[in-house]
């Protein structure tokens, strides 16, 4: 019987310079800046009364809310525009009446948003938006909904304020921390905001949560109401392979319930290619909600194909069943062998058969490394390795003589495909390997992610992922695994110069008359090195 042993998760930045940046010495990142706010005055305790720290809510009949008395303010070290933003999950039906905020600064072209619900870290679609005047300062601000949202118990939406607002002004204020992880400090900066982060994910010091709160008013609901709020997995947009099917059941009631059935049903042209009934044990509680997996793992047909995905709850006492079933459309996509990572600073390719930059050199297929993204690749070529042994090493690097071609040890097992949203940044990019063209094939499996961001501070740089697993029937002892590359930074590569830094576990070239650009590479994860 074959084993899954993980052996090595290899972590890489690739490209991150050590030299200063061009574009950020000619435009300066905006940042986040945070300066003490001001208290909450005798004469509006009464609109947070009973405060006891970082409750999810003091009183659910009228405010939900996770922070705290007012602290702090935050706002953009130019000026600027962005939004703060709060996800709820209330565990009633409410109508959702009004957003109460605390502005410390005044701030102009201000918006309330109201945002429906997507995944734990993006919203869903506006569901409403409408202006307020952005005057006055250091106090509570209540804004009644135009139209009030009557909210689901168990789903989410998002409460949101926009401003804009001058240098050295900090129009939204924050309690004292610490921020509760995916619910009380969501931040897009620009007009567009399209891009959300957590206040301390752009800056480690701003550990706070908003002081943004939705005011509701709960509404009766069914004493037994549950259904299929979200198709989890298979997403809308997949290459060929095996899935995993997942739902998302929600109690809509205001009972706790037990044995609950859920399905799901696989749709091809008519015909029911998947069919799978499981039952939820609970107790899921009013309000609640949980993941459903389902077995075996549906098998695609290959790209081209297109099927209905539905899943549904079938208990006995459900009392609305226009909620119980969830369906989606499902396309199979064709893989890519190369694909760019080109939404930051600079850009890189990645390829699903081992190799980074091209599929082969010289520059066969592929953008190689650049950096700015619009200047010539600096990168000749480079390979993932891994190997334990002379007679076992494992790459699509040069061959012997390095004129005979490349190795090509690497198999397709599923080639590129964007995952979308990202697990992280901006850009997510997954493919898997095996080592099945090598002349001793051991039964590893190479899953490749990589990951870019387009921040300001965080766009020059690529990180590669790479999680080992051995599926062989023996163990594989002593393995290593590492990325070596050829660059070229400057005009005459006889002249460029390595550093290393073991401290850093970091390795970069440079041209010997200047330093910028610097292009190499640091070993994030494990902490230990070899080969430095």
């Known amino acids: 019987m074959k084993s899954s042993i993980m052996v090595i998760s290899l972590v890489l930045a690739f490209g991150l310079t050590v030299a200063a940046n061009a574009s950020a010495e000619s435009a300066p990142a905006a940042g986040l800046l945070s300066t003490a706010g001001s208290k909450i005055a005798p004469e509006e305790v009464v609109l947070a009364s009973a405060l006891t720290g970082l409750e999810w809510t003091d009183n659910p009949a009228e405010t939900l809310h996770y922070d705290g008395g007012n602290a702090n303010a935050i706002g953009l070290t130019s000026g600027g525009t962005y939004r703060g933003a709060v996800r709820f999950t209330p565990t009633f039906k409410c ?4 957003v109460l905020f605390y502005q ?5 072209n201000d918006y309330i948003f109201i945002f429906g619900e997507d995944n734990d870290t993006t919203p869903g679609s506006i569901v409403d938006s409408f202006p307020y005047t952005g005057s006055g300062s250091m106090r509570w601000k209540w804004i009644d909904l135009t139209r009030p949202l009557v909210a689901t118990a168990g789903t989410d939406f998002w409460a949101c304020v926009r401003v804009t607002h001058d240098s050295a002004k900090f129009p939204l204020g924050v309690d004292s921390g610490p921020m509760i992880r995916n619910r009380g400090g ?3 900066t620009g007009a567009s905001g399209g891009h959300w982060q957590q206040l301390p994910d752009l800056n480690p010091q701003l550990n706070y949560n908003w002081n943004i709160r939705a005011i509701v008013e709960p509404v009766s609901g069914l004493a037994h109401d549950v259904g299929v709020s979200r198709i989890l997995s298979p997403g809308t947009g997949i290459t060929p392979g095996s899935y995993t099917p997942k739902a998302r059941i929600v109690n809509f009631g205001e009972t706790a319930e037990s044995d609950i059935p859920v399905t799901c049903q696989i749709d ?4 029911l290619v998947y069919n799978q009934t499981t039952t939820y044990p609970g107790p899921l509680a009013p309000g609640h909600r949980t993941e459903v997996t389902f077995s075996p793992d549906w098998n695609t047909g290959p790209s ?17 069943r226009s909620n119980d079933t969830t369906s989606q459309i499902t396309n199979i996509m064709a893989g ?3 694909m760019d990572h080109d939404t930051g600073y600079c850009k890189l390719t990645v390829t699903c058969l081992g190799s980074i930059g091209y599929t082969e050199p010289p520059s066969y297929s592929g953008s190689g490394f650049c950096y700015p993204k619009t200047s010539a690749s600096h990168l000749f070529y480079s390979s993932l390795m891994l190997g334990n042994s002379e007679s076992y090493l494992v790459d699509r690097f040069y061959n012997q003589p390095a004129n005979s071609g490349v190795n090509t040890d690497f198999r397709i097992v599923d080639s590129l495909h964007a995952i979308v949203p990202p697990g992280s940044g901006d850009e997510h990019f997954r493919c898997i390997m095996n080592d099945a063209g090598h002349t001793s094939p051991k039964d590893l499996k190479i899953t490749q992610n990589s990951y870019m961001c387009a921040d300001p501070g965080y766009d020059d740089f690529v990180i590669l992922v790479y999680d080992i697993q051995n599926h062989g029937s023996n163990a594989t002892n002593g393995l290593y695994a590492g990325v070596v590359s050829d660059f070229d930074v400057g005009t005459d590569p006889r002249k460029d110069d390595v550093h290393s830094d073991t401290v850093r576990r970091a390795v970069w070239m440079r041209y010997y008359a200047s330093e910028n650009p610097t292009i190499g590479l640091v070993v994030l994860d494990p902490p230990h090195f070899a080969g430095l």
């Not at 109508?95 to 009004?98: D, E, I, L, N, P």
């Not at 410390?104 to 102009?108: E, G, H, L, Q």
């Open 95 to 98: 109508t959702v009446k009004a």
């Open 104 to 108: 410390r600064d005044a701030s102009s």
């Open 186 to 188: 969501f931040i897009a």
């Open 268 to 271: 091809s042209s008519g015909t």
């Open 304 to 320: 081209g194909n297109s099927y209905t995905v539905s899943m549904f709850t079938a208990l006995g006492s459900d009392m609305d």
């Open 336 to 338: 890519q062998v190369v």
